[in-house]
């Protein structure tokens, strides 16, 4: 099916319904909107309606100053503010804001991801993440740290949901870590990081 009969010839949805999508792929459109990522493996449906409709949402995308990214490897797809314009345009999407310990884990986990090997699925265990952590305790107390760290687990699987359970008290790390951080953030964050790492163990 082309995008030409994914958008045309369509049932409206309701009484004066005007859009041009069908059901399938407004739902990803929406779902792209809502983030953090579509990911193929756990929404199927949306999936196939993206990728046979990808070039009218991504439309709808461009219409609200995004682009759309695909992976089509892991089979996710996520919507960011357009880059390379010299226009100073607005932003449609959610920003979280990251805590410290927040920004660590996901550096943490994006170490484990790139030096998988390109296994196809990265499997880590709670205890594996928190011991590479451990060097930013700072002057917490070890209840305090722990809570911190608990609470940014349940952010990693809930919120940004780049940790998928696997388990016996295992998770599987998303290849959508890769897109959280970019290289040039990972490298200032890399140095800053370790600089604090290294004030705590002197």
Not at 123 to 129: L, N, R, S
Not at 149 to 156: E, F, I, Y
Not at 164 to 189: N, Y
């Given at each position: 099916?082309?995008?030409?009969?994914?958008?045309?010839?369509?049932?409206?949805?309701?009484?004066?319904?005007?859009?041009?999508?069908?059901?399938?792929?407004?739902?990803?459109?929406?779902?792209?909107?809502?983030?953090?990522?579509?990911?193929?493996?756990?929404?199927?449906?949306?999936?196939?309606?993206?990728?046979?409709?990808?070039?009218?949402?991504?439309?709808?995308?461009?219409?609200?100053?995004?682009?759309?990214?695909?992976?089509?490897?892991?089979?996710?797809?996520?919507?960011?503010?357009?880059?390379?314009?010299?226009?100073?345009?607005?932003?449609?999407?959610?920003?979280?804001?990251?805590?410290?310990?927040?920004?660590?884990m996901?550096l943490?986990?994006?170490?484990?991801?790139?030096?998988?090997?390109g296994?196809?699925?990265?499997?880590?265990?709670?205890?594996?993440?928190?011991?590479?952590?451990?060097?930013?305790?700072?002057?917490?107390?070890?209840?305090t740290f722990?809570?911190?760290?608990?609470?940014?687990?349940?952010?990693?699987?809930?919120?940004?949901?780049?940790?998928?359970?696997?388990?016996?008290?295992?998770?599987?790390?998303?290849?959508?870590?890769?897109?959280?951080?970019?290289?040039?953030?990972?490298?200032?964050?890399?140095?800053?990081?370790?600089?604090?790492?290294?004030?705590?163990?002197?």
């Open positions: 099916m082309n995008d030409d009969e994914m958008t045309t010839g369509r049932d409206p949805l309701w009484p004066g319904d005007s859009g041009t999508l069908h059901e399938q792929s407004r739902r990803a459109l929406l779902e792209l909107l809502k983030g953090p990522y579509l990911s193929g493996g756990q929404q199927p449906q949306l999936w196939v309606a993206l990728r046979a409709d990808e070039t009218a949402i991504r439309s709808r995308l461009h219409d609200l100053f995004l682009d759309l990214v695909v992976d089509d490897v892991d089979e996710f797809a996520f919507a960011r503010k357009v880059r390379g314009s010299d226009r100073d345009l607005p932003s449609a999407l959610r920003t979280e804001r990251l805590t410290f310990i927040d920004t660590a996901l943490v986990l994006r170490q484990l991801l790139l030096a998988s090997g296994e196809r699925r990265v499997i880590v265990g709670q205890d594996e993440v928190y011991e590479r952590l451990a060097v930013y305790r700072d002057g917490d107390d070890e209840a722990t809570r911190n760290l608990n609470g940014a687990w349940g952010r990693m699987m809930n919120r940004f949901r780049v940790l998928h359970g696997a388990g016996e008290g295992r998770v599987e790390v998303s290849p959508m870590v890769k897109f959280m951080i970019d290289d040039e953030q990972v490298r200032a964050l890399t140095a800053v990081y370790r600089r604090i790492a290294g004030e705590e163990q002197a």
